[in-house]
């Protein structure tokens, strides 16, 4: 009986509060510039993931990668990747231990919600999700690789 009373005492309380009419009507609250109202759909939602969020704003992601990432019949494929401000790329492949490489370019797309680039080239149709000051490839659906070598798939900015 007791716990009625209290919960219904509490019920009445917090519905008087809500109420109450504002005693400082003089006082206007503006809104912070970092409220989703004001933020422009261009700049990207804080999603708990600042460092992409400011790497899409500043695109401080242009530049050059480099990484050996696994092969299924060599020791690595050594990929020199160059993403430039006007959307084109070129890669450079060379297959360790062999006496065989790639050479493609060609456009780029970023995908500002996923935080991703699609290479768009001759032979190249990678994806790589952007991280801080690195890329990592992702496989041809966009989704991380797992496995045993996943870490193996991350080109570093030079």
Do not use: H
């Not at 219904?8 to 912070?32: E, F, R």
């Not at 990668?65 to 450079?92: H, M, Q, W």
């Not at 493609?104 to 790589?128: A, E, R």
């Amino acid at each position: 009986m007791n716990t009625l009373k209290i919960l219904g005492l509490t019920t009445l309380l917090l519905m008087v509060s809500c109420n109450q009419k504002d005693k400082n009507p003089d006082i206007k609250v503006a809104p912070q510039p970092d409220s989703p109202a004001i933020r422009s759909s261009a700049e990207p939602a804080a999603t708990g993931n600042t460092a992409a969020a400011a790497a899409e704003k500043s695109r401080d992601w242009y530049g050059t990668y480099e990484g050996t990432v696994p092969c299924a019949d060599c020791p690595g494929i050594r990929s020199v990747l160059t993403l430039n401000e006007n959307g084109s790329f070129k890669l450079e492949e060379e297959y360790l231990e062999r006496k065989a490489g790639n050479e493609d370019q060609g456009m780029y797309q970023w995908d500002s919600g996923n935080q991703v680039i699609t290479l768009n080239g001759n032979t190249s149709k990678y994806k790589y999700k952007v991280g801080n000051q690195m890329l990592t490839q992702l496989d041809l659906q966009g989704n991380s690789i797992d496995g045993p070598n996943k870490n193996a798939y991350i080109l570093r900015k030079k």
